[in-house]
């Protein structure tokens, strides 16, 4: 993924950054797909020393990650600084973990320093998934656990659709497959990789709706392809009315495709990243559940 990014990294930290105050009120989803995430980490024998958010937003997760591990040091890091002020809200005197603003690419954290990282909904707004995983690999101690989730490509495909039948212009971001993800945890160098998928439906009175809490948590198109003009009212009004056509019972259907995974980093030094590298996916661990 190297090259031309795929996303601007200035813009995005723009954006989170501006929606510091209105992202909790918003993140409904990613509320519910942490709580799924640090779950599943009660299924792993895991007693870390020293654990890191990455892309902690508020610092939910880490005041959570805190409470689970409260033997732990926990290093909450996000790219926006707007994020990491709004965390201290949530840095209780029992539940105290460290703030960290940092590139996910280019981690301020020595070799084999962290136990833990655990990443929600973060990965997706990563121009390089490489980098990132790679200094992932490295900051991981060994036998250091990585669990994530990130969204796949049928999220918001309705917006999409109703998008292409508009212009042939980059709207909605692109988002990697499951399949994409395995193998970049493998070529980094990352272990017994687990996926699987669940997908959600959400429903919104209106699209303005959908759009208003994306931007609220801070979800504004990155695209280095982007249009960069402002939406015209023609061009805005025959998105409206194409997504329309998917109303169901006076509701927009509004789809996230949400990725779990989970990797081991080896016993040993880090090693350079592996060319033509397989990913293993266990096939019990896959799962596609559809909720309403």
Do not use: K
Not at 73 to 98: N, Q, S, T
Not at 211 to 230: C, E, F, K, P, S
Request: charged share 25%; glycine share 8%.
């Amino acid at each position: 993924m190297r090259g031309e990014p795929r996303l601007e990294r200035a813009h995005v930290r723009r954006s989170f950054d501006r929606a510091s105050t209105s992202y909790e009120a918003a993140a409904v989803l990613q509320s519910r797909v942490r709580a799924e995430l640090i779950e599943r980490l009660a299924l792993v024998a895991l007693e870390p020393r020293t654990v890191l958010d990455l892309g902690c937003g508020t610092g939910q997760g880490a005041r959570e990650l805190r409470r689970r591990f409260p033997r732990a040091r926990v290093i909450a890091l996000d790219l926006a600084p707007g994020m990491l002020r709004a965390a201290r809200r949530h840095r209780g005197l029992l539940r105290r973990f460290e703030r960290v603003c940092a590139d996910a690419a280019r981690l301020p954290l020595a070799t084999a320093s962290i136990d833990l990282v655990f990443s929600n909904l973060m990965l997706q707004w990563c121009d390089d998934l490489a980098a990132v995983l790679g200094e992932v690999r490295r900051v991981l101690s060994p036998g250091g656990f990585f669990a994530l989730s990130t969204f796949g490509p049928d999220t918001l495909s309705e917006l999409r659709a109703a998008w292409a039948q508009v212009d042939a212009g980059a709207h909605v971001s692109a988002f990697l497959d499951m399949h994409d993800v395995g193998d970049a945890l493998a070529h980094a160098g990352l272990t017994e990789p687990v996926l699987d998928v669940e997908r959600v439906r959400l429903t919104y009175a209106s699209v303005l709706a959908l759009v208003h809490d994306l931007q609220a948590i801070g979800a504004r198109n990155a695209l280095a392809a982007r249009h960069r003009g402002l939406t015209g009212p023609r061009r805005w009004r025959a998105m409206t009315a194409a997504y329309e056509r998917s109303r169901e019972d006076g509701r927009m259907p509004a789809t996230f495709e949400v990725i779990y995974g989970a990797a081991w980093a080896p016993r040993g030094p880090p090693a350079a990243p592996r060319a033509g590298a397989e990913v293993r996916i266990a096939p019990g661990a896959i799962g596609r559940r559809s909720r309403s």
